[in-house]
């Protein structure tokens, strides 16, 4: 399964996905700053319709509203 998670820094919501990922010790996120690749930007409004972090894309498809992605990550562990 490949895990990317759009997000910048500063976003409160995104920090609140961040800090779930690390204390779970998740490794098979694929971090990616919106604000510091215009790359990365481009593919979430290109990909995944519009502009909004955090965004956790699943095998390509797109994941919105950080309270969803914690729950999506919690119900599917890594290596389960």
Known sequence: ?????YMFETCPFCRKVINAIQESG???IEMHDIHKS???RMYLRTVGGKEQVP???????PLY???????WLKAHPQGA
């Open 38 to 40: 215009e790359a990365d």
């Open 1 to 5: 399964m490949k895990l990317k998670l």
């Open 55 to 61: 965004c956790l894309f699943i095998d390509g498809k």
């Open 65 to 71: 509203e950080s309270t969803d992605i914690i729950i």
């Open 26 to 28: 998740r490794t098979d």
